[in-house]
T-cell receptor, first 116, second 111 residues
Framework: SQTIHQWPATLVQPVGSPLSLECTVE??????LYWYRQAAGRGLQLLFY??????ISSEVPQNLSASRPQDRQFILSSKKLLLSDSGFYLC???????????????FGQGTRLTVV | DQQVKQNSPSLSVQEGRISILNCDYT??????FLWYKKYPAEGPTFLIS?????DKNEDGRFTVFLNKSAKHLSLHIVPSQPGDSAVYFC??????????FGRGTQLTVWP
């Protein structure tokens, strides 16, 4: 069966410090991978998605970047964190459909990031 | 993304009764809709989906209705159970598995 691992579960970082959140998926190959963020009082917002190794698409301009060095590894990074980067970050994966269809995404347990 | 709106931030229902969660959308070009449930400090879990070419999909206690003329989507949970208490989202699904979420509705099922 497929599983998704995301760490750490919680993180407190000072403003201006770097960030690296890692996500790995097991039990599937060539998945689509995603990073979402839920800021306080808001819904989940898609930040990045990737359809293959080295392929990253950004949904919103921001202080963050993403990388996919391996097929089942997705990394969210920042060189200098801002207070506004605080939130609940979720990694997700889905199968790689060739056409739009009912493709559900499977989410990790999330990382609670607090920038102080 | 404001193309899908959940106008009720919360809903309180007694155990055993029906819970009806609603979403309205503005763009008729959506491919499909999904419902997710989210507990605090956890990732969302998929519940049920519906293609834009259908008007109903049922899975156990969960039924999703799509009214295309009204641009309205609803999730019915019958009977409601305390374990159903969570935040419910109705993201629209797009190509490449991308999901666009609203703010969700907090459902509370009380004994």
């Amino acid at each position: 069966s497929q599983t998704i691992h995301q760490w750490p579960a919680t993180l407190v970082q000072p403003v201006g410090s770097p960030l690296s959140l890692e996500c790995t998926v097991e039990g599937t190959s060539n998945p689509n991978l995603y990073w979402y963020r839920q800021a306080a009082g808001r819904g989940l917002q898609l930040l990045f998605y990737s359809v293959g190794i080295g392929q990253i698409s950004s949904e919103v301009p921001q202080n963050l970047s993403a990388s996919r060095p391996q097929d089942r590894q997705f990394i969210l990074s920042s060189k200098k964190l801002l207070l506004s980067d605080s939130g609940f970050y979720l990694c997700a994966w889905s199968v790689h459909p060739n056409e739009p269809r009912n493709t559900e995404a499977f989410f990790g347990q999330g990382t609670r990031l607090t920038v102080v | 993304d404001q193309q899908v709106k959940q106008n009720s931030p919360s809903l309180s229902v007694q155990e055993g009764r029906i819970s009806i969660l609603n979403c309205d959308y503005t763009n008729s070009m959506f491919d499909y809709f999904l419902w997710y449930k989210k507990y605090p400090a956890e990732g969302p879990t998929f519940l049920i989906s519906i293609s834009s070419i259908k008007d109903k999909n049922e899975d156990g206690r969960f039924t999703v209705f799509l009214n295309k003329s009204a641009k309205h989507l609803s999730l019915h949970i019958v009977p409601s159970q305390p374990g159903d208490s969570a935040v419910y989202f109705c993201p629209r699904g797009s190509t490449l598995g991308r999901l666009y979420f609203g703010r969700g509705t907090q459902l509370t099922v009380w004994p």
